[in-house]
């Protein structure tokens, strides 16, 4: 399978443990989102790589979540101290993009509950 | 700030039935638009793109929208649905304003359909 590949698929954790989830972008392309989907709501954008470096955070992205995106291949995303307020589906995205016109492929993504 | 609304939340239908969704977003210039549609237990694929040229675009298993830039719309239609259509699906639009970054999702439409 060489789509986007996110792990794990599901994650249950207790309030304010830390929780770390990977992403594997499709091999060949240099843009890697994370975004956050809530029940009855579209997924919300929360930050972008291109290459290895993070070019947009969203203000969704308070000071306990930080992504990083090494050597410009997969992607984690921490969120520390977890919250109730933080269960949700964690999506991740890729897309090649030399130029304006391309689409995102997207990861089935980490379900998060906070208990 | 840059949204995109999905008029219909819930939308059942039976089989053969025609179909339509409509899709607004709220800030003029460039855009990009799309319709994604996410199976149960499935990842969000897309459906169908436009970037430019003709404003009516045909995507996979019959679908089809039609931009009309003075309506900020982008209404998804089927002409005759099918049981296996059953999903949820998206609207997304980026903009040129922000570099076509990021996608702005609507909430989505739950569409079921009945044999």
């Known amino acids: 399978d060489t789509g986007v590949s996110q792990n794990p698929r599901h994650k249950i954790t207790k309030r304010g443990q830390n929780v770390t989830f990977r992403c594997d972008p499709i091999?060949?392309?240099?843009?890697l989102y994370w975004y956050r989907q809530t029940l009855g709501q579209g997924p919300e954008f929360l930050t972008y790589?291109?290459?290895?470096?993070?070019?947009?955070k969203s203000r969704l992205l308070s000071d306990r979540f930080s992504a990083e995106r090494p050597k410009g291949s997969f992607s984690t995303l921490e969120i520390q101290r977890t919250e109730q307020g933080d269960s949700a589906m964690y999506l991740c995205?890729?897309?090649?993009?030399?130029?304006?016109?391309?689409?995102?492929?997207f990861g089935q993504g980490t379900r998060l509950t906070v208990v | 700030a840059q949204s995109v609304s999905q008029h219909n939340h819930h939308v059942i239908l039976s089989e053969a039935a025609s179909l339509e969704l409509g899709c607004n977003y709220s800030?003029?210039?460039?855009?990009?638009l799309f319709w994604y549609v996410q199976y149960p237990g499935q990842h969000l694929q897309l459906l169908l793109k436009?970037?430019?040229?003709?404003?009516l675009v045909k995507g996979i298993k019959g679908f089809e929208a039609e931009f009309i830039k003075s309506k900020f719309s982008f209404n998804l239609r089927k002409p005759s649905v099918q049981w296996s259509d059953t999903a949820e699906y998206f609207c997304?639009?980026?903009?040129?304003?922000?570099?076509?970054?990021?996608?702005?999702f609507g909430t989505g439409t739950r569409l079921l359909v009945s044999p």
């Open positions: 995205a890729s897309s090649f993009t030399p130029a304006k016109n391309t689409e995102a492929f």
């Open positions: 091999s060949e392309h240099n843009r």
């Open positions: 790589f291109q290459n290895e470096a993070q070019l947009e």
């Open positions: 800030y003029g210039g460039t855009v990009n």
């Open positions: 436009y970037f430019s040229g003709d404003p």
């Open positions: 997304a639009v980026n903009w040129a304003a922000t570099g076509f970054q990021k996608l702005v």
